[in-house]
């Protein structure tokens, strides 16, 4: 399946019929709806901005990036309409053909500017999945071109992605009529806009924004597709600055989209430069404006970290920006004090392992050869993600090796576990 070729969607429909329906809502295990959604988009990278997660995982390495996004796009939003559904579904390809219907649909009403006719110049209706192919070639066209190569305009507009996903995710369990178009119309700008306010706040946060940055800033807004007076606002907002009580988020709007503009405002201040006291009271402040608590802090913070330390071979103009033993160091002080709170549960959970107790106890009397070491890594990863905090955050399993996670499970409570047993 290439994503550059004509027909790519049925190819891609065709390799994930196998995975489809192995019961989503398991795998992702929110508290609620809100939750499972953000378990099921947080580890694709659409909410940063860095979309990187396939299904497709043996051959994306040779997509162009615009194609790799497109694909992770169509999957989630296939993957939504699955979260919410019902039930199974006895027809496959029908209900493929449902989904890419509605995506036709509201991308054709929310999204005028890339609205697609479904019939051809002679008046023959297009197939469905042609269609839908046209439609994701604009919509990716769109946050590509307007990046232009620019970090912060390329992180805003495909950060824009996610809240195509989530307006779609409201928009799908409405009857759609034109009153209800016009409202997620609006809808779409007064969160993008907001996306706006949120990245300008957090980036003067510590006061200091360097005369790069704010060019790269006016580039973004030049090129943003706001109304004149909003573009002109956007920009005294990137100069100057705002404070929290300015951005229009409330503690009772969603948890999913007051989970997001607390992310983004994360990655801004932590994409820029090494975090200082000035940007974490900033960003303690927000996380309270939102009515999050300080356990819900820590676990955006882990969730950003730990998304980029998985990926980081991908994320180059992250890497411009961050040292990756800097990045570990903050990571690693930082989950340690959530799995601290849970030490009991760790220590149950190990102790009851007699597989796991096995390998722990031989590790006593010699040293442990790899694939004991890998064993020990996976059931301890296990555990942590039993942790009600990292249920639906993707912990990065490719750093987590054996020796940084001895270095997060407290040592005392090996020594407890094997003096116990």
Do not use: C
């Amino acid at each position: 399946m290439n994503p550059s070729e004509k027909g790519w969607l049925r190819g891609f429909l065709e390799a994930r019929k196998e995975s489809f329906l192995h019961n989503i809502k398991e795998q992702v295990r929110g508290q609620n709806p809100d939750q499972s959604f953000y378990g099921l988009i947080q580890p694709t990278g659409i909410m940063y901005g860095y979309p990187v997660d396939t299904v497709e995982k043996e051959h994306q390495a040779s997509w162009h990036n615009s194609d790799k996004v497109k694909v992770i796009l169509l999957d989630t939003f296939i993957n939504i309409a699955e979260l919410y559904s019902e039930g199974g579904a006895d027809d496959y390809w029908q209900l493929m053909e449902d989904v890419m219907n509605s995506v036709n649909r509201f991308y054709n009403g929310v999204y005028p500017e890339i609205a697609t006719s479904s019939t051809n110049w002679l008046g023959r209706k297009i197939d469905t999945f042609a269609l839908t192919e046209k439609i994701l070639e604009k919509r990716i066209d769109i946050a590509f071109k307007k990046s232009s190569g620019n970090f912060w305009a390329e992180f805003f507009y495909h950060t824009q992605l996610f809240l195509d996903v989530y307006i779609f995710s409201q928009w799908s369990h409405t009857t759609q009529d034109q009153v209800l178009t016009d409202f997620f119309r609006e809808e779409k700008v007064d969160l993008s806009y907001t996306s706006v306010k949120v990245m300008a706040a957090a980036a003067h946060a510590n006061k200091k924004v360097e005369t790069e940055e704010q060019k790269l800033f006016q580039h973004f807004i030049e090129n943003s597709a706001f109304p004149v007076e909003k573009r002109r606002v956007a920009q005294e907002y990137f100069i100057h600055g705002l404070g929290i009580q300015d951005i229009p988020v409330e503690p009772t709007d969603s948890w999913i989209i007051r989970k997001f503009f607390l992310e983004l405002a994360i990655l801004t201040i932590w994409s820029d430069k090494k975090v200082d006291d000035i940007e974490i009271e900033f960003l303690q402040g927000f996380n309270k404006s939102l009515g999050f608590s300080d356990d819900d802090f820590d676990h955006s913070m882990i969730a950003v970290e730990g998304f980029v330390l998985q990926n980081w071979h991908q994320l180059d103009s992250l890497q411009d920006k961050k040292e990756f033993a800097e990045v570990s160091d903050e990571y690693v002080l930082r989950i340690s004090r959530v799995v601290e709170k849970y030490r009991n549960r760790i220590t149950k959970g190990i102790t009851e392992d007699i597989d796991l107790l096995t390998v722990i106890k031989s590790g006593v009397s010699a040293e442990l050869n790899d694939v004991e070491k890998e064993i020990i890594k996976d059931k301890l990863i296990a555990l942590l993600k039993e942790i009600p905090s990292f249920r639906v955050i993707a912990l990065p399993n490719d750093f987590l090796t054996f020796n940084i996670l001895l270095r997060i499970i407290p040592k005392d409570i090996m020594k407890d576990v094997l003096q116990s047993t």
